[in-house]
């Protein structure tokens, strides 16, 4: 099965390899995904996340969803120093660095309660995968239709933080400048929660967002600086990826 | 596990300006404790293997060794940490490499593709047709 719908502002796409895997627990995966988007998305007026930044919810009262996403932000801030920040000085509460790793890898969790033993989801360029062997292509950071590196993943997740997506979008919280030592991040994870988050939040610090990543459990990456040389740990899984300078 | 990284950093930037300035008849350096950097070169290449000073840390000593192409870090590996497991889960070793764009035959593509536009343009938009 086969499903790619826009959701939250990206194409998330769907493949599950499972035999008779049920159209309607597709279907829910993507509910889910509207439902993320109706109640943290910063650009939704009514929306949970906007309401809060409004101050009309009870900081003591938030869904539980809601709370854990702010605390997955604050668990970033404080790791970076300050660099990765979902409430950026004189910008409004703006979580979806960490709401779309967050909701994606819930939504996995949902494919796989429904039966899903074998699948691929594809958020905006983040992906979960289930049951490999998968073959994951990074995107090279010039050239879209081209890859500069490939993961061979069985379960767990890809994400990268990137200045081609929409520019210098990533700022650094501790100057309030968009972040520009690096092109591209990728970074592995056994969860997309905590790959997207470490891509973006790694990408906000800017070169010392490698080590900073680098040092993390779990996690290895794949940068490309603005220099344009890659910098990987030797755990990143890549397939015929860049040669080692010699 | 915090601890560890600075100390690292500080002891492979310390490194590079030791591995300049360190002709081999080079007068000693004004009371440095240290013993000096160890470095040796590949035969028939531009790389070098340079060990650094053991620094002393509260968790035990640390010493590394870093490859060098000019004066490109192209990689890095402890020659001695503390027993601790925080401390070696914390060391982070990277690899230099160049960039190579390549085409493969892939599943999935990861990248930030956050517009419409640059989705339509993406090889991930090329593998969903593909598959319907």
Same mark, same amino acid.
């Given at each position: 099965?086969r499903?790619?719908?826009?959701?939250?502002?990206?194409?998330?796409?769907?493949?599950?390899?499972?035999?008779?895997?049920?159209?309607?627990a597709?279907d829910?995966?993507?509910?889910?995904?509207?439902?993320?988007?109706?109640?943290?998305?910063?650009?939704?007026?009514?929306?949970?996340?906007?309401?809060?930044?409004?101050?009309?919810?009870?900081?003591?009262?938030?869904?539980?969803?809601l709370?854990?996403?702010?605390?997955?932000?604050?668990?970033?801030?404080?790791?970076?120093?300050?660099?990765?920040?979902?409430?950026?000085?004189?910008?409004?509460?703006?979580?979806?660095?960490?709401?779309?790793?967050?909701?994606v890898?819930?939504?996995?969790?949902?494919?796989?309660?429904?039966?899903?033993?074998r699948?691929?989801?594809?958020?905006?360029g983040?992906?979960?995968?289930?049951?490999?062997?998968?073959?994951?292509g990074?995107?090279?950071?010039?050239?879209a239709?081209?890859l500069?590196?490939?993961?061979p993943?069985?379960?767990?997740?890809?994400?990268?933080?990137?200045?081609?997506?929409?520019?210098?979008?990533?700022l650094?919280?501790?100057?309030?400048?968009?972040?520009?030592?690096?092109?591209s991040?990728?970074v592995?994870?056994?969860?997309?929660?905590?790959?997207?988050?470490?891509?973006?939040?790694?990408?906000?610090?800017?070169a010392?967002?490698?080590?900073?990543?680098?040092?993390?459990?779990?996690?290895?990456?794949?940068?490309?600086?603005?220099?344009?040389?890659?910098?990987?740990?030797?755990?990143?899984?890549?397939?015929?990826?860049?040669?080692?300078?010699? | 596990?915090?601890?560890?990284?600075?100390?690292?950093?500080l002891?492979?930037?310390?490194?590079v300006?030791?591995w300049?300035?360190?002709?081999?008849?080079?007068?000693?350096?004004t009371?440095?404790?240290?013993?000096?950097?160890?470095?040796?070169?590949?035969p028939?290449?531009? =790389?070098?293997?340079? $060990?650094?000073?053991?620094? @002393?840390?509260e968790?035990?000593?640390? %010493?590394?060794e870093?490859?060098?192409? #000019?004066?490109?870090?192209?990689?890095?590996?402890?020659?001695?940490?503390?027993?601790?497991?925080?401390?070696?889960?914390?060391v982070?070793?990277?690899?230099?490499?160049?960039?190579?764009?390549?085409?493969?035959?892939?599943? =999935?593509?990861?990248? $930030?593709?956050?517009?419409? @536009?640059g989705?339509?343009?993406?090889? %991930?938009?090329?593998?969903d047709?593909? #598959?319907?």
């Amino acid at each position: 099965m086969r499903r790619v719908e826009h959701v939250m502002g990206f194409p998330v796409s769907l493949r599950v390899d499972d035999e008779d895997f049920p159209a309607a627990a597709a279907d829910g995966l993507f509910a889910w995904l509207r439902e993320v988007d109706a109640r943290f998305s910063p650009f939704r007026e009514d929306s949970e996340v906007c309401r809060l930044d409004r101050g009309e919810l009870d900081p003591d009262r938030l869904s539980p969803h809601l709370t854990e996403v702010l605390g997955l932000g604050e668990r970033y801030r404080t790791a970076t120093g300050g660099a990765f920040d979902v409430r950026l000085p004189g910008r409004r509460l703006d979580p979806c660095a960490v709401v779309k790793g967050w909701s994606v890898q819930k939504g996995a969790e949902l494919l796989r309660a429904a039966g899903a033993r074998r699948f691929c989801l594809n958020a905006g360029g983040d992906v979960v995968a289930a049951g490999g062997p998968w073959r994951v292509g990074v995107r090279h950071p010039e050239h879209a239709g081209r890859l500069c590196a490939v993961v061979p993943l069985t379960d767990g997740a890809v994400a990268t933080s990137a200045r081609y997506a929409r520019g210098d979008h990533i700022l650094d919280g501790r100057t309030g400048r968009p972040s520009t030592g690096l092109l591209s991040l990728t970074v592995t994870a056994p969860t997309l929660t905590e790959a997207d988050a470490v891509a973006t939040a790694a990408f906000a610090l800017g070169a010392d967002g490698v080590p900073w990543a680098a040092a993390l459990p779990g996690c290895e990456l794949f940068a490309v600086t603005a220099d344009r040389r890659v910098l990987r740990t030797p755990g990143f899984p890549a397939d015929g990826s860049g040669q080692v300078a010699a | 596990m915090k601890r560890a990284l600075p100390v690292l950093i500080l002891t492979v930037a310390g490194l590079v300006p030791v591995w300049r300035h360190a002709p081999a008849d080079e007068a000693p350096a004004t009371a440095a404790p240290a013993p000096a950097p160890t470095v040796s070169t590949v035969p028939g290449g531009t =790389t070098r293997v340079v $060990a650094g000073p053991s620094v @002393d840390t509260e968790k035990g000593a640390v %010493q590394v060794e870093v490859t060098l192409d #000019g004066d490109r870090i192209t990689g890095v590996r402890m020659l001695r940490q503390p027993d601790h497991p925080q401390t070696t889960a914390a060391v982070p070793t990277l690899i230099e490499e160049t960039l190579e764009a390549q085409s493969a035959d892939v599943d =999935t593509v990861s990248g $930030a593709t956050v517009t419409s @536009d640059g989705y339509r343009e993406s090889l %991930q938009a090329a593998l969903d047709a593909q #598959g319907s």
